[in-house]
C-alpha cells in the first residue's frame, strides 16, 4: 500500500503564480523527501526535511512538515514554464530500509 | 562524475521472452533500488540490494522476476517469460550510505521503458 498520498493529483495554474502541493503519510517517518520528474525522464531530488524540523527553504521551494497531521506540504513560488512536471512525496519508513512514493501530483505551468 | 547509468533505456519483448535491464550506481555507490512505475502512476519499491547481498525484494514479484548487484558490474533486475503486465518503467536508484544514512536522498536514472508485445 502506498505510505503516501499526494493532493491534487493535477495542478495547473498560470506562470508566475504559487504552486501548492501536500502530501498525507501514514506512519512514523525519519523524513520526508521531495522529487521532481521530468515527463520521460527519471527522478531529481527537491528537498528533504526531517522528522524533528517544520519548515525548510530551498530557492524557490518551501517545504513544511506536520507531524502530528502526518502531512507535508511543498511550495513553488513565482512558478515558471520549466517547473512544468510531476512531483513526488516520499518516505522512509522507520525501521525500514527503503524510500516510499506517493502518487505525485502532475503541475502544468501554462506561460 | 557520470550519474545513475541504465540500459536499455528502450527494450520491446514478445510475451515468453526474457528482459535484462542493467544499472550502473554512481561512483561510490554500493546501495541499489529497483522501481517500477505505470504511466500516469507513483514509483513501486521492488528491490533494494548492496553489493553481493539482496537487503529488501518485499517488493518483487514472487516469481519471474530477480535481482542481483554482484561484486563486479551493473546490478540486473531480470524478468522471465514475461507478459503484457510487465510493460512499464523500471527505475535504479542508488546512495552511498542507503536509505537510513545521514541524507536518504537516492540518484536516479533515466529508467529502462519496457514494452511487452
Known amino acids: 500500500s502506498q505510505q503516501g498520498e499526494e493532493d491534487p493529483q493535477a495542478l495547473s495554474i498560470q506562470e508566475g503564480e504559487n504552486a501548492t502541493m501536500n502530501c498525507s503519510y501514514k506512519?512514523?517517518?525519519?523524513?520526508l523527501q521531495w522529487y521532481r520528474q521530468n515527463s520521460g525522464r527519471g527522478l531529481v531530488h527537491l528537498i528533504l526535511?526531517?522528522?524533528?524540523?517544520r519548515e525548510k527553504h530551498s530557492g524557490r521551494l518551501r517545504v513544511t512538515l506536520d507531524t502530528s497531521k502526518k502531512s507535508s506540504s511543498l511550495l513553488i513560488t513565482a512558478s515558471r514554464a520549466a517547473d512544468t512536471a510531476s512531483y513526488f512525496c516520499?518516505?522512509?519508513?522507520?525501521?525500514?530500509?527503503?524510500?516510499?512514493f506517493g502518487q505525485g501530483t502532475r503541475l502544468t505551468i501554462n506561460p | 562524475n557520470a550519474g545513475v547509468m541504465q540500459n536499455p533505456r528502450h527494450l520491446v519483448r514478445r510475451r515468453g521472452q526474457e528482459a535484462r535491464l542493467r544499472c550502473s550506481p554512481m561512483?561510490?555507490?554500493?546501495?541499489v533500488y529497483w522501481y517500477r512505475q505505470l504511466p500516469e502512476e507513483g514509483l513501486k519499491f521492488m528491490v533494494y540490494?548492496?553489493?553481493?547481498?539482496?537487503?529488501?525484494e518485499s517488493g518483487m514479484p514472487k516469481e519471474r522476476f530477480s535481482a542481483e548487484f554482484p561484486k563486479e558490474g551493473p546490478s540486473i533486475l531480470r524478468i522471465q517469460q514475461v507478459v503484457r503486465g510487465d510493460s512499464a518503467a523500471y527505475f535504479c536508484?542508488?546512495?552511498?550510505?542507503?536509505?537510513?544514512?545521514?541524507?536518504?536522498?537516492?540518484?536516479f536514472g533515466e529508467g529502462s521503458r519496457l514494452t511487452v508485445l
Open positions: 506512519t512514523s517517518i525519519n523524513n
Open positions: 540490494l548492496q553489493k553481493e547481498n539482496i537487503i529488501d
Open positions: 516520499a518516505t522512509i519508513i522507520q525501521g525500514a530500509q527503503k524510500l516510499v
Open positions: 526535511i526531517r522528522s524533528n524540523e
Open positions: 561512483k561510490g555507490h554500493s546501495h
Open positions: 536508484a542508488s546512495s552511498r550510505w542507503g536509505t537510513l544514512g545521514d541524507t536518504g536522498e537516492l540518484f
